[in-house]
Protein backbone atom coordinates (compact mmCIF):
# COMPACT_ATOMS: atom_id res chain seq x y z
CA UNK A 1 0.00 0.00 0.00
CA UNK A 2 0.93 3.40 0.07
CA UNK A 3 2.98 3.14 3.12
CA UNK A 4 5.10 0.70 1.60
CA UNK A 5 5.04 3.34 -1.29
CA UNK A 6 6.88 5.66 0.32
CA UNK A 7 9.45 3.58 1.77
CA UNK A 8 11.29 2.87 -1.25
CA UNK A 9 10.65 4.65 -4.48
CA UNK A 10 9.14 2.79 -7.53
CA UNK A 11 11.73 3.07 -9.98
CA UNK A 12 14.76 1.55 -7.52
CA UNK A 13 12.63 -1.12 -6.37
CA UNK A 14 12.16 -2.18 -10.25
CA UNK A 15 15.44 -1.41 -11.13
CA UNK A 16 16.97 -3.93 -8.41
CA UNK A 17 13.68 -5.95 -8.62
CA UNK A 18 12.91 -5.25 -5.35
CA UNK A 19 10.07 -4.76 -3.08
CA UNK A 20 9.81 -2.45 0.39
CA UNK A 21 8.37 -4.84 3.66
CA UNK A 22 8.52 -2.39 6.14
CA UNK A 23 10.47 -0.53 8.67
CA UNK A 24 11.60 -2.03 11.73
CA UNK A 25 13.13 0.37 13.90
CA UNK A 26 15.76 2.51 11.81
CA UNK A 27 16.31 -0.82 9.13
CA UNK A 28 14.16 -1.33 6.28
CA UNK A 29 13.04 -4.65 5.01
CA UNK A 30 13.66 -5.53 1.58
CA UNK A 31 12.89 -8.40 -0.15
CA UNK A 32 14.53 -9.41 -3.05
CA UNK A 33 14.94 -12.87 -5.13
CA UNK A 34 19.03 -12.08 -5.46
CA UNK A 35 20.18 -11.25 -1.83
CA UNK A 36 23.90 -11.71 -3.36
CA UNK A 37 23.37 -9.17 -6.16
CA UNK A 38 26.90 -6.88 -5.85
CA UNK A 39 26.36 -4.23 -3.77
CA UNK A 40 22.70 -4.50 -3.57
CA UNK A 41 22.64 -3.81 0.42
CA UNK A 42 24.63 -0.32 -0.23
CA UNK A 43 22.76 0.80 -2.94
CA UNK A 44 19.45 0.31 -1.40
CA UNK A 45 20.59 2.21 1.93
CA UNK A 46 21.67 5.02 -0.43
CA UNK A 47 18.39 5.72 -2.28
CA UNK A 48 16.21 4.98 0.64
CA UNK A 49 18.50 6.93 3.42
CA UNK A 50 17.98 4.07 5.88
CA UNK A 51 19.78 0.95 7.04
CA UNK A 52 18.69 -2.31 5.16
CA UNK A 53 17.87 -6.07 5.42
CA UNK A 54 17.60 -8.34 3.14
CA UNK A 55 14.35 -10.70 2.44
CA UNK A 56 14.52 -13.70 -0.05
CA UNK A 57 10.97 -13.78 -2.07
CA UNK A 58 10.68 -15.59 -5.19
CA UNK A 59 10.96 -13.60 -8.21
CA UNK A 60 7.03 -14.18 -9.28
CA UNK A 61 6.88 -12.98 -5.19
CA UNK A 62 8.50 -9.89 -6.21
CA UNK A 63 6.60 -9.04 -9.33
CA UNK A 64 3.30 -9.23 -7.62
CA UNK A 65 4.43 -7.55 -4.58
CA UNK A 66 5.70 -4.70 -6.70
CA UNK A 67 2.35 -4.64 -8.95
CA UNK A 68 0.43 -4.15 -5.43
CA UNK A 69 2.56 -1.43 -3.56
CA UNK A 70 3.17 0.76 -6.88
CA UNK A 71 -0.03 0.13 -8.29
CA UNK A 72 -1.27 3.54 -8.96
CA UNK A 73 -4.94 2.68 -7.71
CA UNK A 74 -3.82 0.65 -4.52
CA UNK A 75 -6.94 -1.59 -2.94
CA UNK A 76 -7.33 -0.69 0.59
CA UNK A 77 -7.75 -3.96 1.48
CA UNK A 78 -3.98 -3.98 0.31
CA UNK A 79 -2.85 -1.55 3.39
CA UNK A 80 -2.81 -3.64 5.92
CA UNK A 81 -1.04 -7.00 4.38
CA UNK A 82 3.02 -7.18 3.84
CA UNK A 83 4.34 -7.13 0.11
CA UNK A 84 5.30 -10.68 0.97
CA UNK A 85 6.04 -13.34 3.54
CA UNK A 86 9.54 -13.30 3.30
CA UNK A 87 11.19 -17.02 4.12
CA UNK A 88 14.90 -15.64 5.52
CA UNK A 89 16.34 -12.21 6.82
CA UNK A 90 19.59 -11.86 5.76
CA UNK A 91 21.92 -10.04 8.40
CA UNK A 92 21.86 -9.14 11.96
Known sequence: GSA????LP???????????VMMTGA????????PLAPNLE???AFASAH???LAVASP???????ERVYASGASPGARGSTAVHYVHALGG
Not at 4 to 7: G, T
Not at 60 to 66: D, E, K, P, R, V
Open 42 to 44: QDL
Open 27 to 34: ELIVATAN
Open 51 to 53: RIR
Open 10 to 20: EAVARRFRVVP
Open 60 to 66: SAIAAAQ
Open 4 to 7: QRDL
